[in-house]
């Protein structure tokens, strides 16, 4: 069975600061994809980043990006130049190819200081 | 349009009674979910509606019982419920599973159960 692990369970950063948050699944699938949702205080979860396990490129968005090791199996975070509205609960998720089903990870609290 | 509505925001009801929570969304997103999360954890996936079919019950009690009318509209009837079933209920949409399509979730119902 695929597990997410998240081993950080809170963080805290200064604003502005470059924040990483580490992922690391299991599977033995070749074909899979990979997220980061964000759960702030408000309690909506919006996905923030996704990652197919077939592209070497490692996707961005924005001020948000991924380093994909697909060997070692690791999936890690990085929030650039962190702003207060990035304070949020952050959950790894994996999600098999052909699958409905997301498994998440038991999520990574952040906390963006002023 | 990427929203998925849930209503109520929140919901206190009595072991004894009957009530039901709904999600809508308007994306013509063919998969729908239903998800329950307690405090500070991940969403555990309660159902999955494909094509407006049942395709995924997470061993869920009875007491909980999904509806799918239409494809933009997703019911969960409760009946009977225990204090421990207090939680946040989310429910989220997709593309229909194939593909690397993410799930949008819904704002939640905060259920309280006394």
């Known amino acids: 069975a695929q597990t997410v692990t998240q081993s950080q369970p809170e963080m805290s950063v200064q604003e502005a600061e470059t924040v990483t948050l580490s992922c690391t699944y299991d599977t033995s699938e070749n074909n899979y994809y990979l997220f980061w949702y964000k759960q702030p205080p408000s309690r909506q979860m919006i996905l923030v980043i996704r990652q197919e396990a077939y592209k070497q490129q490692n996707a961005t968005e924005n001020r948000f990006s991924v380093n994909f090791q697909k060997a070692a199996k690791s999936f890690s975070l990085k929030i650039s130049d962190s702003q207060l509205g990035d304070t949020a609960m952050y959950f790894c998720a994996f999600m098999e190819w052909g699958d409905d089903k997301i498994i998440f990870g038991k999520g990574t609290r952040l906390h963006i200081l002023p | 349009d990427t929203e998925v509505t849930q209503t109520p925001k929140h919901l206190v009801m009595g072991m004894t009674n009957k009530k039901s929570l709904k999600c809508e969304q308007h994306m013509g997103h063919r998969a729908m979910y239903w998800y329950k999360q307690k405090a500070k954890k991940p969403p555990e996936l309660m159902f999955v509606?494909?094509?407006?079919?049942?395709?995924i019950n997470e061993s869920v009690p009875s007491r909980f019982s999904p509806e799918c009318p239409n494809s933009s509209l997703l019911n969960l009837h409760l009946h009977a419920l225990q204090p421990e079933d207090s939680a946040l209920y989310l429910c989220?949409?997709?593309?229909?599973?194939?593909?690397?399509?993410?799930?949008?979730f819904g704002p939640g119902t905060r259920l309280t159960v006394t």
């Open positions: 989220a949409s997709s593309q229909v599973s194939g593909g690397s399509y993410e799930q949008y």
């Open positions: 509606y494909s094509y407006e079919k049942l395709s």
